[in-house]
């Protein structure tokens, strides 16, 4: 089993940054690619960006510009760069691995963008 460990969330100012970090622990696996979503109350889970084993990136259209997806050369430590936040940026942030034996998921953290 795989267990994905999220650091870096917290508070700040519209106009700030946040970096994300996000650590897979545990069984060794075939990683495809690994990745940031986002829920807020009442809303589906969405993408934010996702990298996969091969660099390829995807990127939501709300994020574009702004946030940066990169991982480590083992590809089993994920970060996520969120330059300029908005107040509609205000999500748990979940961190994703994708891998031959299925999706693992991190627990959470919390971003909030207020003035």
């Known amino acids: 089993q795989v267990q994905l460990r999220e650091s870096g969330g917290g508070l700040v100012q519209p106009g700030g940054s946040l970096r994300l970090s996000c650590a897979a622990s545990?069984?060794?696996?075939?990683?495809?690619?690994m990745g940031w979503y986002r829920q807020t109350p009442g809303k589906e889970r969405e993408l934010v960006a996702i990298?996969?084993?091969?660099?390829?990136?995807q990127y939501a259209d709300s994020v574009k510009g702004r946030f940066t997806i990169s991982r480590n050369r083992a590809m089993d430590t994920v970060f996520l760069q969120m330059n300029d936040l908005k107040p509609e940026d205000t999500a748990v942030y979940y961190c994703n691995l994708n891998s031959r034996v299925g999706q693992s998921w991190g627990q959470g953290t919390q971003v909030t963008v207020s003035s």
């Open positions: 990298i996969g084993v091969g660099g390829t990136l």
């Open positions: 545990g069984r060794s696996v075939s990683i495809y690619a």
